[in-house]
């Protein structure tokens, strides 16, 4: 590990400590929060689908996002088959469908109100966003693949997005800013 210089003043930085297990860099990733994103399909007239909170945009021309896909997913070789995906950013009210989609089990789309477009892609009603995609490239990144998705048409919807930080399903609130 590097040295340390502090300069000025003292630090408010703690000193950083290597890697040694997963659950640290999963508490260290909870330190940031991100939007939470169905990523969904209907394929051959079955409804998949599964939630992904690692989601970002990547490019304005052409127009790309992405998210990131586990090695062990069982619905993501299915959703790759698709030949459009929607991609729904979930609505601060929608943490239960949010957790139906990361479950193993059970009807992922109980209760769950969605509309499927001639092509496939298949959308949470309700949501923030809206995005239909198709897969541009996959990426092997460690224990994950990043999926970079090109963005055909978008809608949005009313609601602030939900979000997930500190392992938890939050809100977003104003803050007034200083003048």
């Given at each position: 590990?590097?040295?340390?210089?502090?300069?000025?003043?003292?630090?408010?930085?703690?000193?950083?400590?290597?890697?040694?297990?997963?659950?640290?860099?999963?508490?260290?990733?909870?330190?940031?929060?991100s939007g939470v994103t169905a990523v969904c399909a209907e394929i051959?007239?079955?409804?998949?689908?599964?939630?992904?909170?690692?989601?970002?945009?990547?490019?304005?021309?052409?127009?790309?996002?992405?998210?990131?896909?586990?090695?062990?997913?069982?619905?993501?070789?299915?959703?790759?088959?698709?030949?459009?995906?929607?991609?729904?950013?979930?609505?601060?009210?929608?943490?239960?469908?949010?957790?139906?989609?990361?479950?193993?089990?059970?009807?992922?789309?109980?209760?769950?109100?969605?509309?499927?477009?001639?092509?496939?892609?298949?959308?949470?009603?309700?949501?923030?966003?809206?995005?239909?995609?198709?897969?541009?490239?996959?990426?092997?990144?460690?224990?994950?693949?990043?999926?970079?998705?090109?963005?055909?048409?978008?809608?949005?919807?009313?609601?602030?997005?939900?979000?997930?930080?500190?392992?938890?399903?939050?809100?977003?609130?104003?803050?007034?800013?200083?003048?």
């Open positions: 590990m590097r040295g340390r210089r502090i300069n000025h003043k003292e630090s408010t930085v703690p000193a950083l400590e290597p890697i040694a297990a997963g659950d640290q860099i999963r508490r260290a990733f909870g330190h940031f929060p051959e007239g079955e409804k998949v689908g599964l939630a992904a909170s690692s989601f970002t945009g990547v490019s304005l021309e052409p127009p790309l996002v992405s998210v990131c896909m586990q090695h062990s997913s069982t619905t993501w070789p299915k959703l790759r088959l698709a030949t459009r995906l929607g991609l729904s950013v979930l609505a601060e009210w929608q943490d239960a469908i949010c957790g139906r989609l990361a479950s193993k089990h059970g009807d992922r789309f109980a209760g769950t109100d969605v509309t499927v477009e001639n092509d496939g892609s298949l959308f949470i009603d309700g949501a923030s966003l809206w995005l239909d995609c198709t897969i541009y490239a996959e990426l092997p990144c460690g224990d994950h693949d990043i999926v970079v998705l090109e963005v055909h048409g978008t809608g949005t919807g009313e609601d602030s997005p939900l979000v997930f930080h500190g392992s938890q399903f939050r809100r977003l609130a104003e803050v007034e800013a200083a003048l």
